[in-house]
């Protein structure tokens, strides 16, 4: 059985396991990075907001954007709380256009980054995780490790952070989430846009991707989504007549669904605290908020770059920027909440609408 060491150990994968790396590898610190095995499929979640563009330039990777097979956002049509499709144009952020990824080859580029400032990557399975006399014990199959202080990456699971904080959660959003290919004889060249439509058993996002295939989700609660709907191609196309812009998207273009869409988790949740002694979660493990934010990403890299910062921090004993920490995520989240609550209270046409009626609750505080 073979034993490694190492200031700071970074459980999960993900952007921001991948941030906080290339973080602590700038402060010239030694990161166990503990990942496990990536299944290499699609999954949800394409919109970088423009505020993660300082994020990515402060880490240095911003020139990942510029990859042919991401594409600016310059355009965001909506039908929310009315029937007209609203156009929101990019112009109106400082920091530049959004950007449509493709998720799976950021995070591709993003790990390779990583492993070239020479972070030590381990592909494992972490069975156990105790901390003991001031240091962190950590089995990883037939390997064990040991670290000062450990940062959770590992998502709304938040595995290790759980048993150090409470954990909360506003709401059980789940998202019916597929992707598109074009019909090979089809002759309408698609418009590069994204479009977000709300139906009277949720609301849908659909982006065009630099590869022209199409990134559809549907937003609901776990109770609306029909039985085999993961099974049966036919019950998201019962689903999709519901809206008006996006179905005359998908037909006019001539995308055509050819397997069921997966389900994922797209809940709000959150860790308070968010961090603790020789502890700090990120990324979803510290807060994980409703997609219509469209900042999960930005969060990623925030908490990424703002906990590796106090981690460093905290090795040399000063605790102070660690508690900060735990006290700007407590309050984004209060933020958000606030946030959340006012957008989907513009949205009065499906008042009546077990969904909305759920939405319309006071959050939790």
């Known amino acids: 059985m073979t034993r490694q060491r190492a200031p700071i150990a970074i459980i999960g994968g993900g952007i921001s396991g991948a941030a906080a790396c290339l973080r602590l590898a700038a402060l010239d610190i030694d990161v166990l990075w503990i990942t496990p095995l990536v299944n290499g499929t699609d999954k949800p979640g394409e919109h970088l907001a423009a505020a993660a563009r300082p994020l990515l330039a402060q880490l240095g990777i911003e020139d990942l954007l510029d990859r042919h097979y991401h594409r600016a956002a310059n355009t965001l049509f909506s039908a929310w709380g009315s029937d007209p499709l609203v156009e929101r144009n990019a112009i109106v952020h400082l920091e530049g256009p959004a950007t449509v990824l493709d998720r799976m080859a950021f995070e591709r580029d993003l790990t390779e ?14 069975t156990v995780a105790e901390r003991c006399d001031d240091l962190w014990h950590l089995q990883l199959g037939k390997t064990t490790a040991q670290a000062s202080f450990l940062l959770d990456a590992t998502g709304r699971n938040a595995s290790i952070a ?15 989430y597929t992707f598109l290919e074009r019909a090979p ?6 418009t590069q846009a994204t479009l977000i439509e709300s139906t009277s058993t949720g609301w849908w996002y659909a982006a065009l991707r630099a590869n022209k295939s199409l990134a559809l989700n549907f937003y609901t609660d776990p109770a609306l989504i029909p039985r085999q709907a993961t099974r049966d191609t036919a019950v998201l196309q019962t689903l999709l007549q519901e809206t008006r812009y996006i179905s005359r998207w998908i037909a006019d273009v001539g995308f055509s669904l050819d397997s069921p869409p997966r389900i994922a988790r797209a809940d709000t949740t959150w860790i308070a ?12 493990a510290a807060a994980a908020f ?14 990424a770059i703002t906990a590796a910062d106090a981690a460093a921090a905290a090795l040399s004993g000063q605790t102070t920027p660690l508690a900060r920490y735990a006290d700007r995520v407590a309050a ?14 513009q949205e009065t046409r499906f008042a009546d609408q077990p969904f909305w009626q759920q939405r319309r609750i006071p959050d939790p505080a």
């Open 113 to 126: 980054r990583v492993l070239s400032r020479g972070v030590h990557q381990v592909e494992a399975m972490l």
């Open 162 to 176: 759980r048993h150090y904080a409470r954990r909360y959660r506003a709401d059980r959003l789940a998202a019916l």
């Open 185 to 190: 004889d089809a002759d309408v060249e698609p």
């Open 273 to 284: 605290p968010a961090a603790g002694a020789g502890w700090a979660a990120i990324g979803d």
């Open 290 to 303: 409703d997609p219509l934010s469209s900042h999960g990403m930005t969060t990623a890299l925030w908490t």
């Open 332 to 345: 984004g989240v209060q933020d958000f909440l606030h946030s959340r609550s006012s957008i989907y209270s």
